[in-house]
């Protein structure tokens, strides 16, 4: 049950990766079809051949596009993890995906996740069981939809020492906030507007009242700080209050009103703690974030060395799957920079594998 993507003829001699996609919704859809189509550049980047051995998914019988092939369908997830050397989990939720996750990983594969509630609420047992077994550990697309943050704060900063950063993370609530900024329209005339345009879910709860935010601060937090900072940890309010009036007299103070997510650390006697809050926010207008408008996301980072430097880009947007699975798929890219890519699985395998030790997860202690 394997379908070699049109980079395989292309791309005789080098070795075999097989990939198991669970799940085959927005996000896993696009990612199939980018290694249906780009099969052959990936497979010269990446040194391996990119084979999709199954995907995983609640309901067979379902048609889901020329780039999910019935063949490949499966309920079987268990086993489909275990056979792979890398595992794209693009499911959602918190179970089966993490008991998944760290199957895969135990058995050796190397693991590219966009679940920011997953990791948000059990991200350390992930970093660990990568770090435990010598494997990759992936998560891109999980922090700042198109946004490549996770590699140049993990790699470029790795030397400097981050204070704080601040982050427009969630597109719908800054479309929404955006929208009321420039028309004076009602929070819920905003959000009826986003919803229509594909912006905001037919239940945005999990946008407006600032949870999606919220993960993605816990995540900023232990990739800035390295340090294990819980969703539970993160002070969380959402936009629902925030009215045309709000705005309007922020606008007479030289203020723009945005969602953040703010994690920094506190100094105290004693020592240091992090904190990690997220709600609307005053920014003065001619902070870099206030300009940040639509559904795009910026991730703004204060550090020692470096400064002030700032990370912009496309963010959510339910009708845009694009950009959000680039960024899922960019930890097969990550891979093109360690060399040679084998096999995680020796016992299937015969060629090796070299692990860059720069793109592993981020440290578990402080
Ligand atoms: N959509 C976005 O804009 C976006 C952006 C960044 C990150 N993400 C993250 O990416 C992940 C996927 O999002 P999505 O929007 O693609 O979700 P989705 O459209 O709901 O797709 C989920 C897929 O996973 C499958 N699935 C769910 N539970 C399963 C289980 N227990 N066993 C087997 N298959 C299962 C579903 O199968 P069926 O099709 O059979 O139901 C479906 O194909 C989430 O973690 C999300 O937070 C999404």
Not at 200 to 229: C, M, N, Q, W, Y
Not at 311 to 319: E, K, M
Request: aromatic content about 4%; some cysteine; glycine content about 10%.
């Amino acid at each position: 049950m394997s379908l070699h993507h049109s980079g395989s003829p292309a791309s005789p001699g080098l070795p075999i990766l097989r990939v198991a996609v669970l799940g085959a919704g927005t996000v896993g859809t696009e990612v199939l079809r980018l290694i249906s189509q780009q099969g052959s550049e990936l497979a010269h980047r990446i040194g391996g051949r990119l084979e999709v051995t199954g995907v995983a998914v609640r309901e067979l019988g379902r048609d889901r596009g020329e780039h999910v092939p019935a063949h490949l369908l499966t309920d079987d997830a268990e086993r489909l993890v275990r056979e792979a050397d890398l595992v794209i989990e693009v499911m959602g939720g918190i179970e089966p995906a993490r008991s998944l996750l760290l199957d895969a990983m135990a058995h050796g594969a190397s693991v590219v996740t966009a679940n920011k509630a997953l990791l948000a609420q059990d991200g350390a047992s992930l970093y660990e069981a990568a770090d435990a077994h010598g494997v990759d550990l992936y998560f891109e697309a999980a922090v700042a939809g198109a946004i490549p943050l996770v590699r140049p704060v993990r790699e470029s900063l790795a030397g400097d020492r981050i204070q704080r950063v601040l982050g427009i993370v969630n597109g719908t609530t800054n479309y929404i906030l955006d929208a009321m900024t420039r028309s004076g329209a009602s929070f819920d005339d905003a959000l009826a507007t986003a919803q229509e345009l594909g912006y905001a879910e037919a239940d945005p709860t999990a946008d407006v009242e600032g949870h999606d935010a919220a993960a993605k601060a816990s995540i900023l937090a232990s990739l800035a700080f390295h340090s294990r900072v819980r969703l539970a940890d993160v002070h969380c309010e959402g936009i629902t209050a925030v009215t045309a009036q709000d705005i309007a007299a922020a606008a007479r103070m030289g203020r723009t009103i945005k969602l953040l997510s703010i994690v920094e650390r506190i100094e105290e006697e004693g020592g240091e703690r992090i904190s990690a809050r997220v709600y609307p926010a005053l920014i003065p207008d001619e902070h870099p974030l206030a300009s940040v408008a639509e559904a795009y996301n910026a991730v703004f980072i204060e550090a020692d060395a470096a400064g002030s430097l700032m990370f912009y880009g496309q963010g959510a947007g339910v009708h845009r799957p694009p950009p959000r699975s680039s960024a899922t798929w960019s930890p097969p890219r990550a891979l093109a920079c360690t060399g040679e890519w084998g096999p995680a699985n020796p016992a299937t395998q015969s060629s090796s594998r070299s692990r860059s030790t720069s793109c592993a997860a981020p440290s578990t202690s402080r």
